[in-house]
């Protein structure tokens, strides 16, 4: 997989300059002015490249000085100073050793390299901002006064080309705005979003933890268990709805199934192996050839298909150290996983199906922007082209059926199948890529997978890989993100605190307590002698969706008063009536 650097490199010899909008073109030359102000500070500063991001910007930098938020405050004097001095962008075109010379006066090192690695004939262009040059394609805005309001943000480390061997970089990130007001919304998304980091709330609300004994893998409390079981009580749900059948397949293979299915050329590095009894194993870390082993079990006629097949197996994946991150990237998981195996003439109707799945789900957890991409076949591809129109035109067709508006991502299809990818905003606007349903020819070509078709003739099926939530783990991470750990009362791992005021009212806890659990709810007795306050406060701390207190009047009437996690009373009402009332809003949906 190509590194980010090598990207760039790619698009210096775009033959076409790239469209961007207008924030996007002042963020990338933002980039160029903060390049600027970090060589008039550290002459000796070796500069990589800088990019826009979908928020902001980064430049890649080697330098001997350490940056940290501290410097934040200089960098940010200097490039306001060349704002002000609204420089213009003049684009230049250049010969390659013009460039090569020009780079090597400089000891700009890694502009040589991108320069080398760059075809003969190739077209080069520079672009000048004061006495600032880059080895850059554009566009830009026309001068450095055109950038408004903008921030440094955090630094991080980056390896030169993504190799591990090679130098490492700092990445200075930041990100600017048409004026500060938009800036201003943006850093207090900043705020709230390091108030949701899932890794802090996950402490705080005891769901998980980590442990040096077993790295970038999770330890799920009860609290935490009980909501990921909820999860997945959700998704079985909708296997029964779809028509789904579950699956338990081995989690450690013969290394010859994953040299069969191409995962050992293509994903060795990625695998957990072992030798045993002078035979080479490996970990799974991924369901699907598996499933093809189930698949060829039998013998199925045309009739029988599809055959859908899901599974919650555990998963594992070699992730370096440095890309792991809490539950969104981890070594250990598993994936609401399935595939559908189908005929050619079913895949329609099949992705339909998957699609209304995915957005059924989606709505479930109240994701409401969702966004649908279609990627298409790539140069280098597995089967015949009129097998992949065919493929193509059934994943449009099924959404164009439903009247759902998708993006093609033309040429990004995988080499043996294209696909359709679901993504989300959270809560921050932040984007997500959740859901995918992705046809595959190859494997069922490896593995030689068959059915009867109506000529009494052997036939290929088509292999859907579907997922809708993705990772159970790094769906919970953005979840609890999403909602800031107020699950809906369904998933809330404590639907019910029940707080009494005093030892007097004790008896009439334990009743309502009871009750309670004997309708299958998930309640708690706070039977502490501590103030009221302090009990409210922490159960409120522990978004508990509803308290209830009792007191006198609630044991003398027989009755409860709920109060909600976000501080609301609601009027007294009989315990049979509450019970019956959460009851329907606990129940997981179907």
């Given at each position: ?385 009129e097998t992949w129109e ?7 067709g099924a959404l164009e ?170 009027p007294a009402e009989a ?16």
């Amino acid at each position: 997989m190509s590194s980010e650097h090598d990207q760039e490199i790619a698009h210096m010899i775009d033959p076409t300059v790239p469209e961007l909008s207008k924030l996007e073109t002042m963020r990338h030359s933002a980039a160029h002015v903060m390049a600027d102000a970090i060589k008039q500070l550290w002459p000796a500063a070796k500069l990589a490249f800088g990019p826009h991001t979908e928020d902001g910007f980064y430049y890649d930098i080697e330098m001997s000085h350490r940056l940290s938020p501290d410097d934040f405050p200089a960098i940010e004097e200097k490039m306001q100073e060349i704002v002000k001095g609204k420089h213009p962008f003049v684009c230049e075109a250049v010969e390659r050793d013009a460039a090569v010379e020009l780079f090597q006066a400089a000891n700009e090192t890694f502009k040589v390299e991108a320069i080398s690695s760059i075809p003969e004939g190739a077209p080069l262009t520079l672009y000048r901002s004061g006495d600032f040059v880059d080895l850059c394609r554009g566009p830009h805005v026309e001068n450095t006064g055109q950038i408004r309001a903008f921030k440094l943000l955090r630094v991080a480390g980056a390896y030169w080309r993504g190799d591990e061997k090679g130098p490492m970089l700092q990445r200075l990130y930041g990100t600017a705005f048409p004026d500060k007001k938009q800036l201003k919304k943006y850093l207090a998304d900043l705020e709230e979003a390091k108030k949701r980091d899932h890794r802090k709330l996950g402490v705080e609300l005891g769901l998980f933890h980590f442990d040096p004994i077993a790295p970038a893998s999770p330890f799920f409390t009860q609290r935490g268990a009980t909501i990921y079981n909820l999860l997945q009580e959700y998704v079985r749900g909708l296997y029964r709805k779809y028509d789904y059948g579950e699956v338990i397949t081995p989690q450690i293979f013969d290394m010859d199934l994953f040299r069969t299915s191409g995962h050992y050329d293509h994903y060795k590095d990625n695998m957990f192996a072992c030798e045993i009894d002078e035979r080479e194993f490996g970990v799974k870390p991924m369901n699907c050839p598996a499933h093809c082993v189930l698949y060829r079990q039998s013998r199925h006629s045309y009739r029988e298909l599809p055959i859908r097949m899901a599974d919650f197996g555990r998963l594992h994946r070699y992730e370096r150290a440095g890309v792991t991150h809490g539950l969104t990237r981890v070594r250990t998981f598993c994936q609401d996983d399935a595939h559908v195996f189908c005929r050619v003439d079913q895949l329609e109707d099949e992705i339909e199906a998957v699609t209304k799945m995915i957005l059924e789900t989606y709505e479930v957890f109240g994701f409401e922007d969702v966004e649908i991409e279609i990627s298409t076949r790539p140069e280098s591809y597995l089967g015949e082209l009129e097998t992949w129109e065919r493929a193509e035109q059934a994943l449009a067709g099924a959404l164009e059926r439903q009247n759902i508006d998708y993006k093609i991502n033309a040429g990004d299809g995988a080499f043996y199948g294209p696909k359709i990818d679901f993504g989300v905003r959270d809560a921050l606007r932040r984007p997500w890529q959740l859901g995918t349903c992705q046809l595959d020819f190859q494997l069922p070509e490896r593995f030689g997978l068959e059915y009867v078709d109506s000529d009494d003739a052997r036939s290929r099926p088509v292999m859907i890989h579907r997922a809708m939530l993705g990772s159970l783990e790094r769906f919970f991470g953005v979840y609890l993100e999403h909602t800031a750990g107020k699950f809906p009362t369904w998933l809330a791992p404590v639907q019910i605190a029940i707080l009494p005021i005093t030892d007097a009212h004790q008896g009439w806890a334990d009743e309502v307590e009871a009750a309670c659990r004997a309708a299958g709810l998930r309640v708690e007795t706070d039977r502490r002698s501590e103030k009221l306050g302090l009990k409210i406060r922490e159960a409120t701390l522990m978004r508990v969706p509803y308290m209830l207190v009792l007191g006198d009047k609630e044991v003398e009437a027989r009755a409860v008063a709920p109060r909600s996690r976000d501080g609301k009373t609601g009027p007294a009402e009989a315990l049979a009536d509450f019970v019956e009332r959460i009851s329907a809003e606990g129940r997981v949906p179907a």
